[in-house]
T-cell receptor
Framework: DAGVIQSPRHEVTEMGQEVTLRCKPI?????LFWYRQTMMRGLELLIY????????DSGMPEDRFSAKMPNASFSTLKIQPSEPRDSAVYFC???????????FGDGTRLSIL | KNQVEQSPQSLIILEGKNCTLQ??????????LRWYKQDTGRGPVSLTI?????NTKSNGRYTATLDADTKQSSLHITASQLSDSASYIC?????????????FGPGTRLSVLP
């Protein structure tokens, strides 16, 4: 089992650019979560999907953020346009169901200059 | 307001010693409580998950307790090892109209020294 796979591992880009983060959940898992982690705010849930359907996106900071899950094996988190305050580590996690232990990827470290 | 507090903020212990980390929460309606271990530069790894009816759960040298009446949980680490150095995050989930709302604690940074 390869675990949750995120790409890229690191991303450095200039403000105003579009950023797309990718996630492949563990096969067979029906729930997928996107998190953001910063020193100041810790871990924050941005959005989660159940069976490819967004269930709760109340954590998405603003309209510049969007997430999609076109199929059970792939999800994207997009920021457009990006701003320096978006700099953080973004984690994707998956689980069999929403109340089961979540398996995290190793994250994407995003730096917006 | 749903909130999770953890103490201490950081802790340094010697290898082989035991330690206990605390988590207090004001989250309702309570669904479950999770402890995660996060190594530097890695994603969190689940240690335990407890529902309302469970008051103790172990995972190797890690034992979590839950007192739903006082809304407190603890994570006890026995015979610590250097590899236990990490951040430990308490997460409490509440049921909402969408499913679950996850409230994260700020974490306790544990350093185990030889």
């Amino acid at each position: 089992d390869a675990g949750v796979i995120q790409s890229p591992r690191h991303e450095v880009t200039e403000m105003g650019q579009e950023v797309t983060l990718r996630c492949k959940p563990i096969s067979g898992h029906n729930s997928l979560f996107w998190y953001r982690q910063t020193m100041m705010r810790g871990l924050e849930l941005l959005i989660y999907f159940n069976n490819n359907v967004p269930i709760d996106d109340s954590g998405m900071p603003e309209d510049r953020f969007s997430a999609k899950m076109p199929n059970a094996s792939f999800s994207t988190l997009k920021i457009q346009p990006s701003e320096p305050r978006d700099s953080a580590v973004y984690f994707c996690a998956s689980s069999f169901t929403g109340d089961q232990p979540q398996h995290f990827g190793d994250g994407t470290r995003l730096s917006i200059l | 307001k749903n909130q999770v507090e953890q103490s201490p903020q950081s802790l340094i212990i010697l290898e082989g010693k035991n330690c206990t980390l605390q988590c207090n929460y004001t989250v309702s309606p309570f669904s479950n409580l999770r402890w995660y271990k996060q190594d530097t530069g890695r994603g969190p790894v689940s240690l335990t998950i407890m529902t309302f009816s469970e008051n103790t759960k172990s995972n190797g040298r890690y034992t979590a307790t839950l007192d739903a009446d006082t809304k407190q949980s603890s994570l006890h680490i026995t015979a610590s090892q250097l590899s236990d150095s990490a951040s430990y995050i308490c997460v409490v989930s509440a049921q909402n109209n969408y499913g679950q709302n996850f409230v994260f604690g700020p974490g306790t940074r544990l350093s185990v020294l030889p």
